[in-house]
């Protein structure tokens, strides 16, 4: 076993087996976006639940010297999926298990979601829904998110 493939098992123990993954076609779904040409698929993809998970992830790339990529809906333009260097060990920290409402203040125009909530009023998260207006509130979509 590898120092990395132990570094690896360690994070699978810290986070949970469902929770880490090396599977190519999700490696290979997380090594592009919607403009780079070339797939680069990270060394992992770890998922994040809860903020506790985001902090385990980034404690384990600096110890390991692993650098992290975070993922939303993969819908990225402008390449910020794709490692820069593809020799550098790269784990892609997918944030869309993090897809609540926190809460919503129309007195502040203000919306407080977790990072994997792409569209407050999509309804295809399992968040509690918003309806798209709410008071003077307007929720738009990302550009590149599905309607």
């Given at each position: 076993?590898?120092?990395?493939?132990?570094?690896?098992?360690?994070?699978?123990?810290?986070?949970?087996?469902?929770?880490?993954?090396?599977s190519?076609?999700?490696?290979?779904?997380?090594?592009?976006?919607?403009?780079?040409?070339?797939?680069?698929?990270?060394?992992?993809?770890?998922?994040?639940?809860?903020?506790?998970?985001?902090?385990?992830?980034?404690?384990?790339?600096?110890?390991?010297?692993?650098?992290?990529?975070?993922?939303?809906?993969?819908?990225?333009?402008?390449?910020?999926?794709?490692?820069?260097?593809?020799?550098?060990?790269?784990?892609?920290?997918?944030?869309?298990?993090?897809?609540?409402?926190?809460?919503?203040?129309?007195?502040?125009?203000?919306?407080?979601?977790?990072?994997?909530?792409?569209?407050?009023?999509?309804?295809?998260?399992?968040?509690p829904?918003?309806?798209?207006?709410?008071?003077?509130?307007?929720?738009?979509?990302?550009?590149r998110?599905?309607?």
């Open positions: 076993m590898t120092d990395i493939t132990k570094a690896l098992a360690e994070l699978r123990a810290q986070l949970g087996l469902d929770n880490v993954t090396t190519s076609s999700v490696l290979h779904s997380h090594g592009r976006d919607e403009n780079f040409p070339e797939v680069r698929p990270p060394l992992a993809v770890a998922y994040a639940e809860q903020l506790e998970h985001v902090q385990t992830v980034l404690a384990w790339c600096r110890a390991h010297q692993v650098a992290l990529i975070p993922f939303g809906a993969g819908t990225s333009l402008e390449g910020a999926l794709v490692p820069a260097d593809p020799e550098i060990l790269t784990i892609s920290l997918d944030l869309s298990p993090m897809n609540k409402v926190l809460s919503i203040q129309p007195e502040n125009f203000l919306a407080v979601v977790q990072p994997g909530e792409a569209r407050i009023s999509s309804g295809t998260s399992s968040a829904r918003v309806p798209a207006s709410y008071g003077s509130m307007r929720s738009s979509p990302e550009p998110s599905p309607a």
